[in-house]
């Protein structure tokens, strides 16, 4: 008899244990608001209502009618329920009960309701029910039994039903149920992430029921455009990251726990300053050259349907993350020129409240840093330089031998009047930097009624950073209430509103610059002189005055997040949706620079750093950004015959954009610490503000079909119109998408192909928009009417030379832009094989940019700059590949995952504009972005034979000399010289600086409640080229050179060293120009993540009224292996004085209440 309908995962209801321990406290607040949320409604069968209106009909199909019209669903046993009667039936916005008693009148049926459930079942002449029902029933056993997990943790909510019905219940918190069942009947259990397992009943009386881990699953729900889909009915690239990836990190950012998570995805950071990390995300290489490119260096980013921020969503927010990389964007037009990154926020779970706390402490320690020389490195590398540019050493041998003793006592300087000599050593980066200190906390509740659920959570990081004096410190705050509520049957709202906020500090006028003036701080400098005050001479700063000194630069964030979502289901298959999103930014910031006074070693004052006294400055800024998105669309999902599924999507959308912004500075600030903008001087003064604006209007769709799960077709269309462009031509963009599949694992000829669980192919071709490059209002004439930016004067271009005036034209007008059009072409392969042990995918990609924009050359009797035009071309091709494969050795369960994806681009179109400049060159048509020209080094000058012959070719200084630079004559006339007219000289392409085979690995192993993880991500192929400091040794006659440098330069004792002699005259810029001396390479592996933990057993959690514990060590970016000289990190800037990267070292604990 059908008493019952299957339980789900969904329908569990979670025990809520009564004690309450010292933690919980914290969440009063929560439990407050939960309590207001989760208010008692009235029982369903007492609201709904049934309009219905039909006629000599089956009862068995107007009982189908209620539950389509209605929540409701009925159980009978058929032998009883003359489920074939006709009858009529005709009631407007009646109660059930009248239904009910109008179908059932004439029969000897009654019913009971429960909830949503009506049972049916047979009476007698006086409505008893039938005995021989509950006599049929009595002859069922009452059967007990227990299910954990692989680890032995009990699994709560397992789905325990009797096979071939419908009769079934759930596991509680203990992992345990009961069930009546007869000894010939067999139980299912299936639980959501599982194996489902089948086990008849017997004799049992108490069972004990294992259930394996499912390490994949094809049923596996994936976020789409607008939508979601069954990872087995995907027919493009769309790469999904499991949150575990978030989970335990002490990282403070997402993206920081992405990197190398997912395959074609590129992160890469240039600072590692808490809060101004500057992470770049690309998808699949680059897609255009233009000056804006930054624009759309990463992809699209929608938080729950609405474009948002990545870098202020709180990771422990995150429930899932979806990125679309092919046709599968298309459907988002215009806005997925580079990808598309979808992520979906925790939703509640209906119950009583759940509370999660979760928090790790954190040691820091920098790493990759540029390496400075010690005093005696110094020492000796000067000697060398004075001696190999005719000069006398200025260190004698008893400098040398006091710098050795470290002799405390200086002396006046032998070559500069009124400066010191000093031979003890100073390690400036060890004075102005200590171990950083950080913690992370997270509290969240879920929960809620018959028609509502609500997720809410509170979060909190504090970032000490490695700088001492505690001034380059982070702090953010979050808070986020999702919740939803159903009603009137049909409907459904989803309410999402975050607030975050973000508040960073820094040395007042200086920043991170402070890391390069240690960096670059001459160690025979002393940080004090004799009287404590800061000493300087000769120009240097002091980096410690610096960080000790400086005032307190301010830095706020605040963004407001709102997103209401209505869903109707209008019939069977077919719902509406309307969503609304509206996100407010509030940024400010104050910058002040403080005059800090530097002596003399006799105590008189040198100069001022950061400032001087009159030039005590703040500069103050705040703006305002406002996005809002209106979507509404329709969405019809029908299965006919249990083959034929159709999925039909259409919709609008309205995106605008506001930005306002606003500064000023002033200078002449009293040195008394109050930075208020009105205490500053009148005399120089600066303000400045701008506002933008711009919208888009859009119009999507899609349409899919698949026949039998087997074969999949699907077309996803965007037609998109910008406010940067005028008229109906070039406003108005359409962008299709199409993809199609063939799962060959359901095909009859792989049924005996038993290691096969699935097997899909796919391809697709999409197109998508860009609008980057194009000025907000490029289509008006615009005039400037002011001095340039930083107050420069504005020139009027004309002729040979320019005229300075006061207003001029800003560009020209460009009417007949249009869209860059960036075509996305894939195939690609799914496979689970070995009984979904091993899943593995692979993708092969082309992408072209058909009308790309490009600067055009016009005669400068123009008189102003031309616009640009879609005249260019560039594509890019690539692979991603990615497996899993997932296992068990006796009781411990392990895991391994490896990723490798790469894209290489080149600029096919450039308007034969094929011109370099000696380095790094953004654009050449030909070569790949970011690409560097430089001469080929062709070792150094070793003996007099060879420097005679070199010396014959034209271009090479007359002054070279034996341990030289020497570079090939490449072309063979005769002398050493760059471009020409329709030739490229000796210089040649040597490489280009973006990353190359991005690969992560992951193992990751669990026993008996304790859980491993170790993380290995990196870079098969980079390279660098060394610039400034890092590339030259004596750049500058007072800048000393990188450590590395020491003893590996040519000198008389040195003859095979690699690099040339060490020189304070001109021969050093021959040395040390563009060439391939300065290629690096910056392939790397690094140690991203390694995680212990250990969860805690149920014995021992239940006794404390928790239902989760786990406690855990977690390790980010501790070790890497790498081939760059120097100290610098081979993710970090070109020229080594950039803020360093950090080790941590974090303890948590993650607890469920």
Same mark, same amino acid.
């Given at each position: ?46 609201? =709904? ?86 006599? =049929? ?398 000493? =300087? ?181 965007r037609y998109d119109g910008s406010s940067r462009f005028s008229g109906a031509d070039s406003r108005w963009g359409f962008f299709p998408g199409f993809s199609a599949g063939w799962r060959i694992s359901k095909e009859s000829f792989m049924e005996d192909v038993k290691f096969v669980d699935e097997l899909k192919i796919r391809a697709s071709y999409g197109e998508t928009g860009n609008q980057v490059g194009i000025g907000l209002y490029d289509f008006i004439q615009k005039m400037k009417f002011r001095k340039g930016d930083w107050g420069e004067t504005v020139y009027y271009p004309f002729g040979a030379g320019s005229q300075t005036q006061s207003v001029n034209l800003d560009g020209m007008v460009a009417f007949n832009r249009r869209w860059e059009t960036i075509i996305n072409q894939n195939i690609g392969l799914d496979a689970v094989l070995f009984n979904s042990r091993l899943d593995l995918s692979f993708d092969y990609f082309w992408k072209r940019n058909k009308d790309m924009l490009i600067p055009v050359t016009y005669p400068s009797l123009l008189g102003s700059i031309a616009p640009y035009s879609n005249s260019g071309e560039m594509k890019t091709h690539g692979f991603e590949l990615a497996v899993t494969w997932r296992d068990k050795i006796g009781i411990v369960n392990y895991f391994a995952r490896f990723i490798l994806s790469d894209a290489k681009d080149k600029v096919t179109n450039y308007g034969g504009l094929d011109t370099y400049e000696l380095g790094k060159n953004k654009i050449r048509e030909g070569y790949p972005m970011n690409s560097y020209f430089a001469y080929e080094f062709d070792g150094l000058i070793r003996t007099q034979a060879e420097l005679d012959e070199y010396k014959k ?201």
């Amino acid at each position: 008899m059908n008493y019952f309908r299957k339980i789900t995962p969904w329908d569990v209801k979670i025990l809520w244990v009564h004690k309450v321990s010292t933690i919980m406290k914290c969440t009063i607040l929560l439990l407050a608001v939960s309590c207001l949320l989760s208010f008692t409604t009235t029982t369903y069968s007492q609201t =709904a209502t049934i309009t219905l209106d039909v006629k000599d009909k089956p009862v068995k199909e107007v009982l189908n009618m209620i539950e389509k019209a209605t929540d409701f669903y009925f159980t009978y046993n058929p032998n009883e329920v003359n489920a074939s009667r006709k009858v009529s039936l005709s009631v407007d916005n009646e109660n059930v009960y009248v239904a009910l008693g109008n179908i059932f009148n004439e029969d000897n049926v009654g019913y009971v309701i429960e909830g949503k459930h009506i049972a049916l079942y047979k009476v007698d002449k006086n409505g008893a029910k039938i005995v021989t029902e509950r006599q =049929a029933l009595q002859q069922r056993k009452r059967v007990t039994g227990t299910v954990i997990d692989e680890q032995g943790e009990p699994l709560i909510g397992v789905s325990v039903v009797i096979k071939g019905t419908n009769t079934g219940t759930v596991t509680n918190i203990d992992g345990q149920f009961e069930i009546n069942v007869s000894d010939n009947e067999t139980l299912e259990f299936s639980y959501v992430g599982y194996v489902a397992q089948s086990i008849p009943v017997g004799n049992n009386r108490d069972l004990k029921v294992t259930m394996r881990e499912d390490a994949v699953l094809m049923d596996e729900v994936v976020v789409v455009g607008y939508s979601t889909k069954k990872r087995m009915n995907l027919t493009g690239a769309v790469s999904t990251v499991s949150t575990d990836a978030l989970e335990s990190r002490p990282v403070n950012n997402a993206l920081a726990a992405l990197q190398g998570e997912v395959p074609g995805m590129t992160i890469s950071r240039y600072s590692g300053q808490p809060g101004n990390e500057s992470f770049n995300m690309n998808v699949r290489g680059r897609i255009t050259t233009n000056e804006l490119n930054d624009e759309v260096g990463g992809p699209l980013v929608i938080i729950d349907g609405v474009e948002g921020n990545i870098n202020m969503l709180n990771a422990d927010d995150i429930e899932s993350i979806s990125v679309l990389k092919d046709a599968q964007a298309s459907i988002y037009g215009a806005r997925a020129a580079a990808g598309v990154f979808l992520i979906t926020t925790k939703s509640g779970k209906k119950g009583k409240p759940l509370i999660r706390y979760s928090g790790n402490v954190a040691a820091t320690r920098s790493s990759g840093m540029m390496k400075s020389p010690t005093n005696y490195e110094m020492a000796i590398m000067d000697n060398e330089a004075n001696i190999h540019n005719g000069a006398a050493p200025m260190y004698t041998e008893d400098f040398l031998n006091r710098i050795l003793n470290n002799d405390p006592n200086p002396i006046e300087h032998p070559l500069y009047g009124g400066w010191m000599l000093f031979f003890t050593n100073t390690d400036w980066m060890s004075e102005i930097l200590e171990t950083g200190f950080q913690h992370k906390h997270n509290l969240s509740m879920t929960g809620g009624g018959e028609n509502s659920s609500y997720y809410l959570s509170a979060g909190y990081i504090d970032q000490h950073g490695v700088v001492k004096y505690a001034k380059d410190n982070n702090k953010r705050y979050s808070l986020r209430l999702n919740y939803d509520y159903s009603f009137f049957d049909r409907i459904k709202l989803e309410t999402k509103v975050s607030v975050e906020n973000k508040n960073r500090s820094d040395i007042g006028g200086v920043g991170d610059w402070v890391i390069g003036e240690g960096i670059f701080g001459m160690p025979n400098h002393p940080v004090y002189n004799a009287s404590g005050n800061y000493f =300087a001479q000769g120009g240097w700063s002091n980096a410690v005055a610096f960080a000790k000194e400086g005032a307190v630069s301010k830095y706020k964030t605040n963004q407001i997040n709102t997103n209401f979502k209505l869903i109707g289901d209008l019939f069977s298959g077919m719902k509406a949706v309307l969503q609304a999103g509206i996100n407010k930014t509030f940024e400010s910031g104050k910058d002040p620079a403080r005059s800090v006074p530097l002596y003399t070693w006799d105590d008189n004052v040198a100069y001022y750093a950061i400032a001087n006294p009159s030039e005590a400055s703040l500069n103050q800024y705040s703006s305002e950004t406002t996005y809002r998105n209106y979507t509404g669309f329709l969405e019809y999902n029908k299965t006919f015959n249990n083959k034929h599924s159709v999925d039909v999507m259409g919709g609008a959308s309205h995106e605008e954009y506001d930005y306002e912004t606003f500064s000023a500075w002033r200078d002449g600030f009293a040195d008394n610490g109050l930075w208020s903008m009105n205490l500053g001087s009148t005399n120089n003064i600066w303000n400045d503000g701008s506002g933008s604006h711009w919208s888009i209007n859009s119009f999507f769709g899609r349409a899919g079909y698949s026949f039998d799960s087997k074969y999949l077709v699907e077309a996803n269309l965007r037609y998109d119109g910008s406010s940067r462009f005028s008229g109906a031509d070039s406003r108005w963009g359409f962008f299709p998408g199409f993809s199609a599949g063939w799962r060959i694992s359901k095909e009859s000829f792989m049924e005996d192909v038993k290691f096969v669980d699935e097997l899909k192919i796919r391809a697709s071709y999409g197109e998508t928009g860009n609008q980057v490059g194009i000025g907000l209002y490029d289509f008006i004439q615009k005039m400037k009417f002011r001095k340039g930016d930083w107050g420069e004067t504005v020139y009027y271009p004309f002729g040979a030379g320019s005229q300075t005036q006061s207003v001029n034209l800003d560009g020209m007008v460009a009417f007949n832009r249009r869209w860059e059009t960036i075509i996305n072409q894939n195939i690609g392969l799914d496979a689970v094989l070995f009984n979904s042990r091993l899943d593995l995918s692979f993708d092969y990609f082309w992408k072209r940019n058909k009308d790309m924009l490009i600067p055009v050359t016009y005669p400068s009797l123009l008189g102003s700059i031309a616009p640009y035009s879609n005249s260019g071309e560039m594509k890019t091709h690539g692979f991603e590949l990615a497996v899993t494969w997932r296992d068990k050795i006796g009781i411990v369960n392990y895991f391994a995952r490896f990723i490798l994806s790469d894209a290489k681009d080149k600029v096919t179109n450039y308007g034969g504009l094929d011109t370099y400049e000696l380095g790094k060159n953004k654009i050449r048509e030909g070569y790949p972005m970011n690409s560097y020209f430089a001469y080929e080094f062709d070792g150094l000058i070793r003996t007099q034979a060879e420097l005679d012959e070199y010396k014959k070719l034209e271009g090479v200084p007359s002054n070279i000399s034996i341990g030289d630079a020497r570079f090939k004559d490449l072309n063979g006339d005769g002398k050493i010289s760059t471009y020409g007219v329709g030739d490229d000289g000796d210089v040649k392409y040597v490489g280009n600086t973006t990353p190359r085979y991005n690969y992560g690995f992951t193992l990751g192993a669990d026993v008996k409640g304790f859980d491993f993880s170790i993380f290995f991500q990196g870079v098969g192929k980079r390279t660098l080229f060394r610039t400034g400091d890092y590339a030259m040794p004596w750049s500058d006659w007072w800048r000393q050179p990188a450590q590395f440098y020491y003893l590996q330069t040519w000198n008389e004792d040195r003859q095979d060293a690699y690099y040339p002699r060490l020189s304070h005259g001109d021969i050093r810029y021959w040395n040390y120009q563009a060439s391939t001396l300065q290629k690096i390479n910056a392939a790397y592996l690094r140690l991203k993540n390694i995680q212990i933990g250990y969860t805690l057993p149920k014995s021992l959690t239940n006794k404390i009224s928790i239902a989760k514990a786990r406690v855990y060590f977690s390790g980010q970016d501790l070790w890497e292996q790498h081939k760059v000289k120097g100290g610098w990190d081979p993710e970090s800037a070109d020229w080594g004085g950039n803020y360093p990267f950090q080790r941590y070292y974090s303890f948590g604990i993650d607890v469920t209440f």
